[in-house]
């Protein structure tokens, strides 16, 4: 498959997830902020395509960070961060979503592994009752210690 267009929930990200369920691809998900890409992302999502066959990043919109990180993020806005990652060798596709959390992504998506960051527990991880209802898996991939935009973002402010 060639590399898709960057996605908003809707009918064409459903289309497109269903030509891969359809293929019988495994989906691996995973979602976040991504403000300032770095190592640790890199690695992350590296490690999470090995996992499947498909990696679909759900990016946490404009409107959605700020809610979350305060109103001095995101720093890149969400057009260009989903642009970075949909050109990252591991990402397959990108889907921007509204809401606080991906919930209502993962439930349209239904991919057969979900991930998140060494920090969350697997229990914790938003939709894992959805893939884990489909028989699907639930990881908490490793953490890569001191990489973190919260700590480039001080690191600038100190210069």
């Given amino acids: 498959?060639?590399?898709?267009?960057?996605?908003?929930?809707?009918?064409?990200?459903?289309?497109?997830?269903?030509?891969?369920?359809?293929?019988?691809?495994?989906?691996?998900?995973?979602?976040?902020?991504?403000?300032?890409?770095h190592r640790g992302h890199v690695?992350?999502?590296?490690?999470?395509?090995?996992?499947?066959?498909?990696?679909?990043?759900?990016?946490?919109?404009?409107?959605?960070?700020?809610?979350?990180?305060?109103?001095?993020?995101p720093v890149n806005k969400e057009n260009d961060r989903a642009f970075v990652l949909a050109n990252l060798r591991a990402v397959d596709a990108v889907a921007i979503f509204e809401d606080d959390t991906p919930y209502k992504l993962i439930k349209d998506i239904k991919p057969q592994v979900l991930v998140k960051g060494g920090d969350w527990k697997p229990e914790n991880i938003v939709g894992a009752d959805i893939v884990l209802?489909?028989?699907?898996?639930?990881?908490?991939?490793?953490?890569?210690?001191?990489?973190?935009?919260?700590?480039?973002i001080k690191k600038i402010a100190e210069t």
């Fill in 43 to 73: 690695e992350y999502l590296n490690e999470a395509k090995s996992l499947g066959d498909i990696l679909i990043v759900g990016l946490n919109s404009d409107s959605s960070v700020k809610r979350i990180k305060g109103n001095s993020r």
């Fill in 133 to 152: 209802a489909n028989n699907g898996k639930v990881k908490s991939l490793k953490f890569v210690d001191s990489y973190s935009t919260t700590n480039i």
């Fill in 1 to 37: 498959m060639d590399k898709p267009d960057i996605f908003k929930r809707g009918t064409r990200l459903k289309k497109y997830v269903k030509e891969i369920h359809d293929f019988g691809l495994t989906i691996v998900f995973t979602n976040g902020v991504f403000d300032i890409i």
